[in-house]
């Protein structure tokens, strides 16, 4: 099993930059492919970048040239650096772990760290 933790939320304004951390436990997570997620009020749940075991991104085309998506699996962690952040923006953002499924059947998510770009 895998447990996540996220980090990094606050507040920000507009334009202004954070970098989210997920950190996971368990001794397998350079295997996962990690995704960052996020959900507004009133909204349904995005993929907002991911990040594969091989080391491949893909990102939202909303964040594309401002969101990038690292892992450093020495530390267990994946990271999401937000540059010039909108207000549409504000949600809370969500780690999704992804094993390959000979490993493992499940995915595993985070609690959620908030985010608030607002001037």
């Known amino acids: 099993q895998v447990q996540l933790v996220e980090s990094g939320g606050g507040l920000v304004q507009p334009g202004g930059s954070l970098r989210l951390s997920c950190a996971a436990s368990?001794?397998?997570?350079?295997?996962?492919?990690i995704g960052w997620h996020r959900q507004a009020p009133g909204k349904q749940r995005e993929l907002v970048a991911g990040?594969?075991?091989?080391?491949?991104?893909n990102y939202a085309d909303s964040v594309k040239g401002r969101f990038t998506i690292s892992r450093d699996n020495a530390k267990n962690t994946v990271y999401l650096q937000m540059n010039t952040l909108k207000p549409e923006d504000t949600a809370v953002y969500y780690c999704?772990?992804?094993?390959?499924?000979?490993?493992?059947?499940?995915?595993?998510w985070g609690q959620g760290t908030q985010v608030t770009v607002s001037s």
């Open positions: 999704n772990a992804v094993p390959p499924r000979y490993y493992d059947p499940q995915d595993y």
């Open positions: 990040i594969t075991s091989g080391g491949n991104t």
């Open positions: 368990g001794s397998a997570f350079s295997i996962y492919d």
